[in-house]
């Protein structure tokens, strides 16, 4: 059994920040909650937190950046929807992928964003270009797609360093995509694009959502390790292990 989060075991050093039990207890991502004991709003809470003061300076600066210039240009209600879609997706296939290990971090919904403006400009890149302010725009939109494309891939390579939870970074950048379709779809003007673009991301969102879901249920729920229901034991018997002392930071020991 092997948790992401025993590189922050000693996290005062590495992340700075809290401990992996009390990660999990303040709503870090545990499959075993969320399958065995119906926690689905683990799903979503992970986006709250995080290992530390630079993992949570990294996505803050990212969502400052980006994030809040995408907010003024969609508006606040589809920034939102696309952020806690991305938040599901990420976590839904970052425990069918990883479901051994506690996950915290809002770089899925992050992800998200970016493939929501993929999303964004594929729709819009169809429109016709009868005019030269439409040659101008579809030229601004090849623009963003290519640099938003180049930003995804070089997300995606550090995604695979060791300790970062790349499924999450996958599933929410496929769950923004597939919302973006929905909702930037409504912005094509020619009705024939926009027709099969919105169904695309409709299908694209329901088929997606349905078969993950019943998947996780299905195939992982009891590849799940018995040791995620107690995570407090877990690092305590890892420490033990390794001759060292460890307790329980999470405020769930029942001498409290």
């Known amino acids: 059994f092997k948790m992401y989060y025993q590189l922050y075991v000693h996290s005062h050093t590495a992340m700075v920040g809290p401990y992996p039990d009390a990660l999990n207890y303040w709503g870090g991502k545990n499959a075993y909650y969320i399958l065995h004991d119906s926690e689905y709003w683990r799903l979503v809470s992970p986006i709250m937190l995080h290992a530390g003061i630079f993992h949570l300076l990294c996505n803050i600066g ?7 210039f995408w907010e003024r240009e969609w508006g606040s209600i589809p920034w939102l929807i696309i952020y806690i879609v991305s938040a599901v997706w990420g976590s839904i296939l970052s425990v069918i992928v990883i479901p051994n290990s506690v996950g915290v971090g809002s770089s899925g919904s992050v ?3 970016f ?3 993929l999303a964004e400009a594929f ?3 169809c429109e016709s270009q009868k005019n030269d302010q439409a040659k101008l725009s579809h030229d601004i939109l090849c623009e963003q797609f290519s640099s938003t494309l180049c930003s995804v891939i070089l997300i995606l390579a550090f995604s695979f360093i060791p300790y970062v939870d790349w499924a999450a970074h996958v599933g929410g950048l496929l769950g ?3 919302v973006g379709m929905v909702l930037f779809s409504c912005k094509v003007k020619t009705w024939r694009w926009r027709i099969i673009w919105f169904l695309t991301g409709c299908l694209m969102t329901g088929v997606g959502l349905v078969l993950t879901v019943v998947y996780m249920h299905e195939e992982i729920k009891d590849d799940v390790a018995e040791e995620m229901q107690d995570v407090c034991g877990y690092y305590e018997e890892y420490f033990k292990n390794a001759g060292q002392e460890y307790q329980c930071n999470c405020m769930l020991m029942e001498d409290e």
């Open 176 to 178: 923004g995509f597939a």
């Open 111 to 113: 992800c998200g964003l």
């Open 123 to 125: 729709c819009r890149m």
């Open 115 to 117: 493939g929501a403006k």
């Open 62 to 68: 990212v969502q400052l950046d980006q994030g809040a």
